[in-house]
């Protein structure tokens, strides 16, 4: 059976090929000294060999059925609303458990984010983090 809430794992994330992966998906130059070409992915199993190429440690999760990519234009603003069972799913995870950050943190930071202490600091920030996904540019 599938779990529909299944996250992606970002402990074993390599954030920063992940990113250059994204960006050479993005500007068509490829940000990697291996003379491969990674064009846009237009299936998930494309997009996961590259994601294994790159040596990225993403796997995407098996309730992943299709991909669907959006190319942002700078004159554009683009409204990207997040899945409504994986908003309410993080709501309920949150009432027990605090915020998981990307490792990286601790490198620019020299430390994680100190823990949220309530539920509704959590939840607070939960809104802040969807509201900034929601129309960040990734820039």
Known sequence: ??????PINIAAINYENWGRLV???????SYFDDGT???????LEEMQEQLDAVQSGLKLPKRMKHLQVVHMNSD???????P????????????KEDYTFPPF???AYQHQPAPLQTHEDRMKFHAR???????ANCV
């Open 23 to 29: 960006k050479t998906w993005s500007t068509g130059r």
């Open 76 to 82: 554009t603003m683009t409204l990207r609303l997040p």
């Open 1 to 6: 059976m599938i779990n529909m809430l299944e």
């Open 37 to 43: 070409v990674y064009p846009i992915p237009e299936s």
């Open 105 to 107: 943190y601790d490198e």
């Open 84 to 95: 409504a069972n994986l908003v309410e799913a993080s709501e309920r995870r949150l009432e």
């Open 129 to 135: 983090r969807i509201g900034d996904y929601t129309i």
